[in-house]
């Protein structure tokens, strides 16, 4: 299985060579290549900002999803800057996340605090939602399960930030990973890598779902899933 919600899916990659692909392409809805990575960072803010706006119109609360990795960083330095010049209703914005690695000192929730959350006081930690691990290891992932049913009863996001690895891999959905548990929307596997091989991580289905979904490519050697996204071709099967 992999992302098929390209009708509502927005790409952002970034190439190092900006002869290679168009400088500039759409980016709502649609693809976008830059030569500057920081474009892409500060698009995608535009449009988390965009959809906060939106979905408040019909909505009481927002559900937003970012991923770990290096590539958000540059979304939380963007979207701290924006919010220390702008007024965003964060008391009604829910933050979870996509994965998480049971290790503590590699925790995907260290760089949500650091990056984000100490920079933005405003968000409520009530309302920032961290998947369970401890010392030891993975948590309840069912526990995570209820606490997003509750919170969200339409069990979907409004916007979800997705990474892409250099395999192909967004989330923590590997190729060839080993599913320990599962519950309807999340996931405990062990994954074929030397950092953390245990996670936690959001499904398919439940991506597939989000009213938004945007998945940022960062470095010329991924071009070529780019390409495949871009036409709407799977980029790997789980």
């Known amino acids: 299985m992999a992302v098929t919600n390209f009708g509502k899916f927005l790409i952002a990659g970034y190439t190092e060579n900006p002869m290679e692909q168009e400088h500039i392409k759409f980016f709502n809805k649609a ?24 979905t408040l119109e019909s909505s ?10 290096s590539t958000i960083l540059g979304v939380y330095k963007y979207l701290v800057a924006h919010s220390s010049k702008n007024s965003l209703p ?10 998480e690695r049971c290790e503590s000192t590699h925790a995907n929730a260290r760089d949500l605090k650091k990056f984000l959350l100490d920079d933005i006081p405003e968000i409520p930690l009530s309302q920032v939602h961290f998947m369970p691990i401890s010392d030891t290891g993975c948590g309840d992932i069912a526990a995570y399960q209820k606490e997003f049913s509750s919170a969200n009863p339409k069990r979907k996001f409004n916007y979800i930030i997705l990474g ?4 192909g891999h967004t989330a923590s959905l ?12 999340f ?10 091989p245990k996670r936690l991580t959001v499904t398919f289905d439940l991506i597939n779902r989000s009213d938004w979904v945007s998945v940022l490519v960062v470095g010329s050697e991924k071009t070529r899933y780019n390409q495949r996204y871009q036409t709407g071709k799977e980029v790997s099967s789980f």
């Not at 693809?31 to 939106?54: A, C, K, Q, T």
């Not at 009481?60 to 990795?69: E, F, L, P, Q, T």
């Not at 892409?164 to 395999?167: H, N, Q, T």
């Open 31 to 54: 693809f976008m290549v830059s030569d500057h990575e920081e474009h892409l960072y500060e698009h995608v803010v535009h449009d988390v900002v965009r959809v906060i706006g939106e």
């Open 60 to 69: 009481d609360n927002v559900h937003i999803a970012v991923s770990g990795g």
């Open 90 to 99: 964060w008391d009604k914005v829910h933050i979870w996340q996509v994965d």
């Open 164 to 167: 892409l690895g250099s395999d």
């Open 174 to 185: 590997f190729p060839g990973s080993k599913t320990i548990s599962e519950t309807a929307d």
């Open 187 to 196: 996931k405990h596997v062990e994954v074929v890598t030397s950092t953390s």
